[in-house]
């Protein structure tokens, strides 16, 4: 009788790869793995993203919660990572540590009109809120304007307060956001070229190395912490968490911690937000008009993103006299996707020209864009939280 309960069960299965929509999520995942394997597109993110597609997209799979022969709840371990991690932000939280730890803020400290960059390329998040609020609620145009912000912390938090973790859009928000981030390489240097010159592109930007005092350095988190906190005030577990890795890494007392903060924690942590971001690609979820347009959203997002900076660079070159010129190259690395979009710009450089190094100010600008981004984040839940 088991036999043949087993039997039923296996044919039941099968037949339910008749089901198109898994097919498409299987191919999906595969396209992931490839792009993480193949060419290197952020492989932390993409490839535990793409095979969890995969294993949630089994029918019946183990992975996810589900319900048994007689009807009981049966809990999944990717749907109980869901819950401990991402519903409750703290995988997101958890990795600002990892990812403040990684970033010198010295290249910005040189140099601070950089940070008006990364304020200008958060233009894609209110353009994309205006567009979205043609076609969904307000708090929903809101929390799929934040995939703008290039930074898929922000957007889980923000998605999750705005909308709850339960919301038929927030896995679509959450897989957009690390989507896009992992294919900066591929979005910006089209955007970039389309608007500027090729003369624009091999302006040469001097770096001048300025020593920044160590007591600037520690002051420099806790300060834009508190006026990020005053500004925004729900900012303050973003940016709180960010800054706090970056002190742990700047006070020269905690060398263990900060290299443990920036290799086994953001690391560890990148794995478990990918797969379990998986959750919310469930073929049912996933395979939605409403998902299609999320997208679409915020592709246009992060153009409008790279955009605005490099426009606001273009601006500000019309006052400058020509021997200041600004690369506005650079204004694009304003989004916050650290370190991608600076190295973008980077090597962007040195294609046109390579003498023209120009990490040091694109690196400036894009930790710029990260701390404009969560204050964005911590604006839009004040206004609409």
């Given at each position: 009788m088991e036999i043949l309960k087993e039997f039923a069960f296996l044919v039941e299965n099968v037949g339910n790869l008749a089901d198109w929509r898994y097919i498409v999520m299987w191919i999906i995942g595969g396209v992931l793995i490839f792009l993480a394997i193949r060419y290197e597109m952020?492989?932390?993110l993409l490839l535990p993203l793409g095979f969890g597609t995969i294993l949630v997209n089994i029918p019946f799979s183990g992975a996810i919660d589900r319900l048994g022969d007689t009807g009981e709840a049966i809990e999944g371990a990717l749907s109980t990572l869901f819950n401990a991690g991402i519903a409750n932000e703290l995988f997101p939280l958890i990795l600002f540590i990892g990812i403040g730890a990684m970033i010198d803020f010295g290249p910005l400290l040189t140099n601070?009109?950089?940070m008006i960059f990364g304020a200008a390329a958060q233009f894609g998040i209110f353009f994309t809120f205006c567009l979205a609020s043609m076609f969904f609620t307000q708090n929903e145009a809101?929390?799929?304007?934040?995939?703008?912000a290039a930074d898929g912390p922000t957007?889980?938090?923000v998605a999750n307060k705005l909308l709850g973790p339960d919301s038929k859009i927030t896995g679509a928000i959450m897989v957009a956001a690390y989507s896009y981030m992992a294919l900066v390489p591929i979005i910006q240097p089209p955007v970039i070229k389309l608007l500027t010159t090729k003369k624009e592109r091999l302006i040469r930007m001097p770096y001048e190395q300025k020593n920044v005092s160590k007591l600037t350095k520690i002051l420099f988190p806790?300060?834009?912490t508190v006026i990020a906190g005053i500004v925004a005030p729900e900012?303050?577990?973003?940016i709180g968490f960010l800054m706090f890795g970056n002190l742990i890494r700047e006070c020269g007392v905690l060398n263990s911690l900060s290299e443990t903060a920036q290799n086994v924690l953001a690391n560890l942590v990148t794995i478990f937000l990918g797969i379990t971001i998986a959750c919310q690609m469930?073929?049912?979820?996933?395979?939605k008009p409403e998902t299609l347009l999320i997208l679409g959203l915020g592709l246009f997002a992060f153009i409008f993103d790279t955009a605005g900076g490099v426009l606001f660079a273009k601006l500000i070159n019309i006052f400058l006299p020509k021997d200041k010129k600004i690369n506005p190259m650079i204004g694009a690395a304003g989004i916050s996707a650290f370190p991608m979009s600076g190295r973008v710009v980077h090597k962007m450089g040195l294609k046109e020209?390579?003498?023209?190094?120009?990490l040091m100010h694109s690196i400036g600008v894009n930790v710029s864009g990260q701390i404009a981004s969560v204050i964005a984040g911590g604006l839009i839940l004040n206004f609409f939280g």
């Open positions: 952020e492989p932390t601070p009109k950089l809101a929390s799929i304007g934040i995939i703008g957007a889980i938090v806790i300060v834009i900012s303050v577990s973003l469930q073929a049912d979820k996933f395979l020209d390579p003498q023209n190094f120009l």
